[in-house]
């Protein structure tokens, strides 16, 4: 069964601090991975996606993730946050066969100005 | 585009009863996925969707159940209602089924009473 960790439950950090969200995967297969954003009040977006090809994707919104095949992870950074950028993040996994996608437990982070 | 919308946005039911809950895809979407969301478990899959055909099926009782019909919408029900099942229920889609990104609509807020 596949499985997604999200080591960091809660993150504060303050204005132009860096930001690195740690998530690992268990899944025996091709996989795809995701960071979705859920803003306060909002619904789950898209940030980045890895399908595969550089492991190194960039997203929006001036986030990045790298996809390390060896460590099974599959890291969200932001070199500067904003204080719009308080949300909870999900990294997610999935495979080829259906759009059946596991999500790991969620980062809030806030941003203090 | 439009995006994923859903109906009803919120809904208070009491145990034992049963609900629906409507989503309508993008437009050109084939493929619809249902989750939920609660504090406790988080994001858990529930079905997808592909072509009026279940694709795949996370592990919910029996009690859930869905369907797709021909122009994509998609209902899930869930009968004799617990406590347990108040969550938030979030429907996403996406151009086929395998290997692609899912759009999430703002989800139907259910209360179980």
């Known amino acids: 069964a596949q499985s997604v960790s999200q080591h960091n439950h809660h993150v504060i950090l303050s204005e132009a601090a860096s930001l690195e969200l740690g998530c690992n995967y268990s899944?025996?297969?091709?996989?795809?991975l995701f960071w979705y954003v859920q803003y306060p009040g909002q619904h789950l977006q898209l940030l980045l996606k890895?399908?595969?090809?550089?492991?190194l994707v960039k997203g929006i919104k001036g986030f990045e993730a790298e996809f390390i095949k060896s460590k099974f992870s599959f890291n969200l950074r932001k070199p500067s946050v904003q204080w719009s950028d308080t949300a909870e993040y999900f990294c997610?996994?999935?495979?080829?066969?259906?759009?059946?996608?596991?999500f790991g437990g969620g980062t809030r982070l806030m941003v203090k100005p | 585009k439009a995006g994923v919308t859903q109906t009803p946005r919120y809904l208070i039911k009491t145990r034992g009863q049963q609900v629906t809950l409507s989503c309508s895809p993008i437009s050109g979407h084939r493929s619809v996925s249902w989750y939920q969301q609660t504090p406790g478990q988080g994001l858990q899959f529930l079905f997808e969707y592909f072509s009026e055909t279940q694709r795949n099926k996370g592990n919910f009782p029996g009690r859930f159940s869905g369907r797709q019909f021909s122009n994509s919408r998609s209902e899930m029900n869930v009968s004799t209602l617990e406590l347990g099942d108040s969550a938030l229920y979030l429907c996403a889609s996406s151009s086929y089924s395998g290997a692609e990104t899912q759009y999430f609509g703002p989800g139907t807020r259910l209360l179980v009473l």
């Open positions: 899944y025996g297969g091709t996989v795809n």
């Open positions: 890895y399908f595969s090809g550089d492991p």
């Open positions: 997610a996994v999935s495979g080829n066969a259906g759009n059946m996608l596991t």
